[in-house]
């Protein structure tokens, strides 16, 4: 049923595209932009979950400009968009990204976790993964994978 809904939006788009209209500058552009923002976040959470990343990175950077809002399903784009980043190896990208993450938002605590884990992958950066674990169970005392990552704070 999500799949059909997205197929559907996407042809629309091309279909928009290709007829020369723009969004920009379209009457009721708002009002569109709220009806399809659930699903462009929709979209991009499983096009991550299928490893489709340039989707992934296509539908949460389209839900962030459409947005620009400053709530966590904003935050949620963009870890979207640092997870696929990171993915790609495109590591330093991710991380610049999560980093204005926790600033804009700093009681996001899964863009903490996805920092730590991050850094942890570099040796010279572990300290840094550590405070940023420690902050995640700090804002998120009751994460299911609070073992795990008590397991990388234990190895530093």
């Not at 979207?80 to 990204?97: F, G, H, P, S, T």
């Not at 980093?99 to 992958?121: I, Q």
């Amino acid at each position: 049923h999500v799949k059909e809904r997205i197929r559907n939006f996407e042809r629309f788009l091309l279909e928009m595209k290709n007829s020369g209209r723009s969004f920009e500058h379209a009457k009721g552009e708002d009002e569109f932009n709220l009806h399809v923002s659930d699903i462009l976040l929709e979209s991009a959470r499983l096009s991550l979950r299928c490893n489709k990343l340039k989707d992934a990175l296509k539908h949460a950077g389209r839900y962030t400009d459409i947005m620009k809002s400053q709530d966590e399903s904003d935050a949620e784009a963009r870890l979207i968009m640092a997870v696929a980043y990171d993915r790609q190896k495109k590591n330093e990208k991710a991380m610049e990204l999560l980093l204005a993450t926790v600033n804009d938002y700093p009681l996001f605590s899964h863009a903490y976790r996805e920092l730590g884990l991050m850094m942890y992958k570099k040796d010279e950066r572990r300290e840094e993964a550590r405070a940023f674990f420690e902050k995640y169970l700090e804002l998120f005392p009751d994460a299911s994978d609070r073992e795990y990552i008590k397991g990388y704070l234990n190895e530093g």
